[in-house]
């Protein structure tokens, strides 16, 4: 499974930036029965997790640090996922990666994920 990360950018703080993660895979294979997440790296810093979803979309896990700023949701036919982000502010720079979870259930253990987008930079000026 490949997945394709997009929607990044400069946007200043208080803006809003929506990333998609599209997937793709030999034979059909997909990742609509796969919890699906989005992590971020920011400079100097370790990635780490920001938002979850189920396979199904019926549970999302969320970073305290993006809560009730941060949006994530797929569409399980075109095997999107979405990352809608408000009220950015300047901690929020970082790049960005999708990952697919190794079960239906998300979690925020990058270590459950092993199929990695190739991340998109993400970067909020104050």
């Known amino acids: 499974v490949q997945l394709q990360a997009s929607g990044g950018g400069l946007v200043q703080a208080g803006g809003s930036l929506r990333l998609s993660c599209a997937a793709s895979g030999a034979s059909g294979r997909t990742i609509s029965n796969n919890a699906v997440g989005w992590f971020r790296r920011a400079p100097g810093k370790d990635r780490e997790f920001v938002a979850t979803i189920s396979w199904n979309g019926g549970d999302t896990e969320y970073a305290d640090a993006v809560k009730g700023r941060f949006t994530i949701s797929r569409d399980r036919a075109r095997n999107t996922i979405y990352l809608q982000m408000i009220s950015l502010k300047p901690e929020d720079t970082a790049v960005y990666y999708c990952?697919?979870?190794?079960?239906?259930?998300?979690?925020?253990?990058?270590?459950?994920?092993?199929?990695w987008g190739q991340g998109t930079l993400v970067t909020v000026s104050s």
């Open positions: 990952a697919a979870g190794r079960r239906p259930i998300g979690s925020s253990d990058l270590r459950n994920y092993n199929y």
